[in-house]
């Protein structure tokens, strides 16, 4: 059983930056892929970014490919996104997920365990 808890999230203006934290109890947090997804009000939730239990290999969506960054740390139990240059499209409640396995997936369904979300907004 893993427990997600993300944090880190605001309201910043056009251009600017966030670093989002997603904190995993659990003692085998290393031997889990990792993903962040997003939900903007009125639209399914999307697939952001995601890490391979190593770190190893990184995907990312296109619409934030370049402004963000997937990072873990294993040894805290905590995966990262790095949030550049966001754009008020960025505007949703951004969910941490895990999947035991190195291999990640960009389907949601991959993926057993969820965090609660934290809301992003982004203003013009």
């Known amino acids: 059983q893993v427990q997600l808890v993300e944090s880190g999230g605001g309201l910043v203006q056009a251009g600017g930056s966030l670093r989002l934290s997603c904190a995993a109890s659990?003692?085998?947090?290393?031997?889990?892929?990792m993903a962040w997804f997003r939900q903007a009000p009125g639209k399914e939730r999307e697939f952001v970014a995601a890490?391979?239990?190593?770190?190893?290999?990184?995907y990312y969506a296109d619409s934030v490919k370049g402004r963000f960054t997937i990072s873990r740390y294993n040894a805290k139990n905590t995966v990262y996104l790095q949030m550049n240059s966001l754009k008020p499209e960025d505007t949703a409640v951004y969910y941490c997920?895990?999947?035991?396995?190195?291999?990640?997936?960009?389907?949601?369904?991959?993926?057993?365990?969820w965090g609660q979300g934290t809301q992003v907004t982004v203003s013009s």
């Open positions: 659990g003692r085998t947090f290393s031997m889990y892929a």
């Open positions: 997920a895990a999947r035991a396995g190195s291999t990640y997936y960009l389907r949601q369904n991959e993926y057993n365990y």
């Open positions: 890490i391979t239990w190593s770190g190893g290999s990184t």
